[in-house]
């Protein structure tokens, strides 16, 4: 193997990410093209030469300095077609995609559909990747949400209100269970559980009528709308309630340690294989091991083990 190609998805962690993927295939006299903008690029033949000193400084920063984009086009046959030529023109002899759900599709479909040597490498705040314990940026983004909790919770109890605050979770509660958790929180909404209003304001009611004076209901945006909830707690409580939205801040922002390490250990090991000639892989770190899991059930739906967090989240407050 002489030449491969790295693409990605944006979260904290990604940079630490590709410099692993690129010092590891330096290691062993492999050339590297980032590819800009994901798929997008792939298409469009944007590509540049990736080596040791490129990433260096790197480790730290957020986001992903081979940038990203959601490629609609890629979802085609003729954009897919067009990828491959791509690959073919620059003699790449696989490739490396960091990213999620979608983007590790892409992966398997270009592993399968095109026999592309292919491995994937799970970066995603959501952790929902099947098979895999942990994602690179979901613990960033569970301490950057933590960080703004904790200073909503300074104004809910200043001003003795209900505040719901809406986190990222399209598909998967994860995010919202590790904050409500860590944030001592007394509610929360995630899409794997049906959502009860009726229950959560008749608590809301008999903690205010024992003097409890304020309140703090996480949200994972794929269960409800914040603002709904709010709406609703409003009208049957007669309480104060505020809404605020973290949006797009848990994405970004400096890796914690945890993300730097599993990137670490990650980026390395999709290299490693994909020298040894696997392909259609997952690679994943789970009880202190390296694993492999096949791309096709890296992207099956995830389930998660909700009750035991959520029903410690009931007793704690």
Request: with cysteine.
């Amino acid at each position: 193997m002489k030449k491969i190609g790295v693409l990605t998805r944006d979260c904290a962690g990604i940079n630490a990410a590709i410099r692993a993927v690129v010092r590891t295939a330096a290691f062993h006299n492999i050339e590297v093209l980032g590819i800009i903008k994901g798929y997008d690029g792939l298409i469009d033949r944007d590509l540049i030469e990736l080596d040791r000193h490129s990433v260096s400084g790197i480790l730290n920063r957020g986001g992903t300095i081979l940038k990203t984009a959601r490629a609609k086009r890629f979802l085609t046959a003729e954009g897919q077609t067009q990828a491959v030529k791509t690959i073919a023109e620059n003699d790449l002899d696989g490739l490396i995609v960091i990213g999620g759900n979608g983007s590790l599709t892409g992966a398997h479909i270009l592993a399968t559909e095109y026999q592309v040597p292919m491995i994937g490498v799970p970066a995603t705040i959501d952790n929902d990747i099947n098979g895999v314990k942990m994602s690179i940026g979901a613990d960033s983004a569970v301490n950057v949400a933590i960080e703004a909790l904790d200073k909503i919770r300074d104004t809910a109890t200043s001003l003795e209100r209900v505040f719901v605050v809406e986190v990222m979770g399209r598909d998967c509660g994860y995010i919202a269970l590790q904050v409500a958790l860590a944030g001592g929180c007394e509610e929360v909404l995630i899409p794997e559980k049906e959502t009860d209003m009726e229950s959560i304001c008749a608590d809301i009611v008999e903690g205010s009528s024992q003097g409890k004076i304020s309140w703090i209901v996480i949200v994972a945006e794929g269960s409800t709308k914040g603002s709904e909830v709010a709406d609703t707690i409003v009208k049957e409580t007669g309480l104060e309630t505020r809404l605020s939205v973290l949006g797009y801040i848990q994405r970004g922002g400096v890796p914690t340690a945890f993300d730097r390490l599993l990137a670490a250990r990650l980026g390395s090991f999709a290299v490693e294989i994909l020298k040894d000639g696997q392909t259609d892989m997952c690679v994943g770190y789970t009880d202190k091991k390296l694993i492999t899991i096949p791309l096709e059930q890296a992207i099956q739906p995830k389930k998660i083990d909700y009750e035991r967090d959520y029903r410690l989240i009931k007793i704690l407050t």
